[in-house]
């Protein structure tokens, strides 16, 4: 059955502390993942897109990390901001039927 | 500027009515899709639609109809078949569909229904 499964369910972090935001799918054939914030009340917004043959993608302060081999994924985050508050949703994309599984997203709250 | 629209933001509905949500995209795109999200759980697709004039199910379409007549808009009738209609619905639409995998959903910011 394709799941993805995302850790931790929420954290806390004061501001300007990094955090790691884990992502274990089991989504196959898989065609790629993707990494999107969701704000409070507002629609997903993409962060990152990986492809099977890419380890690793930068958009700010914002890192993704990709090993197809063990089917993880972790988003990193650098000098959070009180902005970074926000739900972070790992979505999963099968390469068969291009089925989109979504993972239940981790909700970050950075304290200032 | 574009993107997706969606109308109402919030909307308050009796036990028993129909309700419609809106989507409108301007962004010349040919999926459109329409997901429900509950606390504590992922996303779930209700309806999706590759061209015009066509759609299919999702996982949890019971309850739900929808419509394509124009490419720009795709709206959603929660009836009251739906038992449990209270809940955050999300519009997305992206550039193609099947067999496009690297394509991005573009998210509208969302109508919560609330049934009283």
């Known amino acids: 059955k394709n799941q993805v499964e995302q850790s931790p369910q929420s954290l806390i972090i004061l501001e300007g502390k990094n955090c790691t935001l884990q992502c274990n799918y089991t989504v196959s054939p898989f065609s790629n993942l993707r990494w999107y914030k969701q704000d409070t009340g507002r629609g997903p917004v993409s962060l990152t897109i990986m492809t099977f043959s890419e380890n690793t993608k930068s958009n700010g302060r914002y890192t993704a990390t990709l090993d197809a081999d063990t089917k993880q994924s972790s988003l990193h985050i650098t000098a959070s901001q009180l902005s970074d508050s926000a739900s972070y949703i790992c979505v999963v994309r099968a390469n068969r039927d291009d089925k989109i599984i979504f993972g239940k997203g981790t909700r970050l709250h950075i304290l200032p | 500027d574009g993107g997706i629209t969606q109308s109402p933001k919030y909307l308050f509905r009796k036990e028993g009515q129909n309700v419609t949500l809106s989507c409108e995209q301007n962004l010349n795109h040919d999926a459109m899709y329409w997901y429900r999200q509950d606390p504590g759980q992922g996303l779930r697709l209700i309806y999706y639609s590759q061209i015009v004039n066509d759609f299919q199910k999702g996982d949890i379409a019971e309850g739900y109809s929808v419509s394509r007549e124009k490419k720009e808009s795709f709206p959603l009738t929660v009836t009251s078949a739906q038992k449990n209609p209270t809940a955050f619905y999300l519009c997305?639409?992206?550039?193609?569909?099947?067999?496009?995998?690297?394509?991005?959903?573009?998210f509208g910011a969302g109508s919560r229904l609330t049934v009283l």
């Open positions: 997305a639409s992206s550039i193609a569909a099947a067999g496009s995998g690297a394509n991005v959903l573009t």
